[in-house]
């Protein structure tokens, strides 16, 4: 345990070490938070969503949400279909048709002829007129017949085996030898009751029936065997390969069921009413649209709301694999889907952070725009993605780093700006708080050189004897506010206000290059204030400051007693500056020589003897700041009192 505490110890000096020393901007402190925080909480998003994906608990709103993707394809121009809709039953009778009209459909098509035609119907029951219908097959060859897996199905436990049915509904021993092929017609929704696959091949009995789409586009392209490696997860038909689930159900892609395939009356091309030319060498589908042995399937086109029937399947399949190229479709891998999810939630993670939160609900928006463009071109391509895992990891990351920042980040920026709001002006705040989280200012603590001015208010133990305790405060109140309005104007920080005397500090906690000129400004102004408001004043409401200004090294940081915390500064600066406020007279400002070396013009300087402070061996050099201004002028009564 010990070894394996060394070594995070030692990881984690490497790292700090190494952070540290990051060019701009990436060794901002505040920077490093906000990707460390992001790409936490991106990687523990992708860890529940990555429980979910593989729970199925979403898997339904998957499906919906993965419906979104759906959009008509264009048929091939080569399949139609016949279909047998109200108009038909209304003028041919109602169902079961005898076989004779259905002979004599192919007799009429056999005239123009077709490429192939395929019947989504079952012939399952033996009738009066299957020999002439059988002698009809055999005259036309390329006539393929539907068969369907009954109720009582077999699925398969174990994974790469086709869905097998205990019993499937063939034609007729009369019919089954005349037509040219056989393909299932079996359609299995999900469990919302939309179609999205299509088993490309059922098995009974040894013997595997192939879809009637596929069996009719493999007829089509004279290909004589379909291979079906579902261990490879494809369905191979000559060239064409299908991508098909681990029971080797295929993902349609779906035409306009109101404008995509041609599709005829029945009863129109009984009759002749349909021109040869829409027909010919075409694949023609005949089926049910009308209400007879067909269902209705819900598909994903509308998400769901548009409606087909199976002829239309078996149609859009054969339609899907012959298209050049074809228009399989699969679904993305789960690597890919888990790369997927992990790319658009650290995208949220490393950049949602730094954005203020109308911008970062924005930016949200823009990548759930660039996730569905991205799905859409996939989908083009054949890729089907599951975009709910993806967009759910990227909502939940915003909506994470959001409460992240609230709790954390703008919480601990709301308790810096109301500490540092009663030291420094207020358009200082915000970039004092943003000077903390770059780490340029350290809390725990840090050594400047600092100009710091003592500030000791002198006549309040007479003042006090004198007047009403309310009288007193009012007026020493006034007496401080008349010296901070002059620190805040030169961008000073109040160190300590303690009730007659302040502090005042510049160059902390912000660089300031010019902080000793600032100082003694602040003095001067200090002094012409109070000269200008004692004018108006009686005797006993006169006080006076004796001022020292001072120059050189402190320690600046927070400072926490009984759950208080104050932004204070240490060392022996500050006592200077208190001793030599000390020697000066009433409203006299005295500075250490550092300070003096740097006054601005205006300011006339004097140097007075050196005297003795508390703590030095040697004598400290004085020098008495004023005014360059006649004081007359100074006190000007016609001036506005401050």
């Known amino acids: 345990m ?78 139609a ?44 029951q033996p009738t009066p007129d299957d020999s002439s219908f059988a002698a009809t097959l055999q005259a036309n060859h390329n006539v393929l017949v539907a068969t369907s897996g009954v109720a009582a199905a077999a699925y398969p436990n174990e994974a790469d085996a086709l869905r097998a049915f205990d019993v499937v509904i063939l034609p007729d021993a009369t019919l089954r030898d005349a037509f040219s092929g056989i393909g299932h017609r079996t359609i299995i929704p999900d469990s919302d009751g939309v179609v999205r696959h299509i088993p490309s091949a059922i098995q009974s009995a040894g013997v595997t029936y192939p879809a009637l789409g596929l069996a009719a586009a493999a007829h089509a392209l004279g290909i004589q065997e379909i291979q079906y490696d579902l261990a490879a997860r494809v369905v191979r038909a000559g060239i064409v390969q299908i991508p098909v689930d681990e029971h080797g159900n295929a993902l349609l892609n779906f035409t306009s069921p109101s404008s995509g395939i041609p599709t005829y009356s029945y009863v129109d091309v009984f009759r002749g009413s349909v021109p040869a030319s829409a027909l010919q060498d075409k694949i023609v589908f005949i089926g049910g649209t009308g209400s007879i042995e067909t269902e209705e399937y819900a598909i994903p086109l509308n998400f769901g709301e548009a ?47 730094h954005l203020r939160p109308l911008y970062s609900i924005a930016i949200t928006l823009v990548y759930l725009l660039g996730l569905l463009l991205y799905a859409f071109e996939a989908f083009n391509r054949g890729t089907v993605i599951q975009i709910l895992y993806p967009a759910l990891a990227l909502i939940l990351t915003a909506l994470s780093i959001t409460a992240f920042r609230y709790l954390f980040e703008e919480r601990r920026r709301h308790f810096l700006a109301s500490l540092f709001r009663r030291y420094v002006p207020a358009e200082s705040v915000g970039r004092v708080v943003d000077a903390i989280d770059r780490g340029e200012l350290p809390l725990s603590g840090a050594r400047r050189i600092v100009t710091v001015l003592y500030a000791d208010l002198r006549g309040f133990t007479t003042l006090s004897e004198e007047l009403s305790a309310e ?144 703590g030095r061996k040697e004598p400290l050099a004085v020098w008495e700041a004023r005014d360059q201004e006649p004081l007359e002028e100074v006190m000007n009564p016609d001036e506005p009192e401050v």
């Open 2 to 79: 010990n070894g394996y505490s060394s070594l995070l110890a030692r990881a984690d000096r490497f790292f700090s070490n190494r952070l540290t020393h990051l060019p701009p901007p990436f060794n901002d402190a505040r920077l490093r938070l906000r990707l460390q925080a992001g790409a936490a909480i991106a990687l523990g998003v992708c860890f529940f969503v990555y429980l979910l994906l593989f729970s199925n608990l979403l898997a339904p709103f998957n499906r919906f949400a993965t419906d979104f993707l759906y959009h008509p394809i264009s048929p091939h121009p080569d399949i």
């Open 81 to 124: 279909i016949i279909a047998i809709d109200s108009k038909s039953l209304d003028e041919l009778g109602p169902w079961p048709w005898s076989r004779a009209i259905h002979a004599a459909l192919l007799d009429r098509l056999e005239n123009i002829p077709p490429r192939l035609v395929a019947f989504d119907l079952l012939f399952a």
């Open 307 to 353: 409606r087909t029937h199976n002829v239309n399947l078996q149609a859009d399949l054969a339609s899907m694999l012959l298209n050049s190229p074809p228009n399989t479709l699969q679904t993305q891998e789960a690597l890919g889907q888990l790369a997927l999810t992990l790319a658009f939630a650290l995208l949220a993670g490393l950049t949602l952070p």
């Open 471 to 614: 009288t007193v405060l009012a007026t020493v109140n006034r007496y401080m506010e008349l010296a901070l309005q002059a620190i805040q104007a030169e961008g000073g920080t109040i160190s300590k206000p303690m009730g007659d005397a302040l502090i005042a500090i510049w160059n902390a906690p912000l660089d300031q290059p010019d902080h000793c000129e600032r100082g003694l400004r602040t003095a001067i102004q200090i002094r012409r204030n109070l000269m200008r408001y004692q004018q108006k004043r009686s005797a006993e409401e006169k006080l006076n400051f004796g001022i020292g200004l001072a120059t050189g090294w402190a320690v600046l940081g927070n400072v926490s007693a009984l759950g208080k915390v104050e932004y204070t500064l240490v060392g022996d600066t500050v006592n200077v500056a208190a001793r030599i406020s000390a020697f000066a007279n009433n409203n006299q400002i005295l500075t250490d020589a550092t300070t003096a070396r740097q006054a601005p013009e205006g300011i006339v300087l004097r140097e007075l003897s050196p005297v003795r402070v508390r």
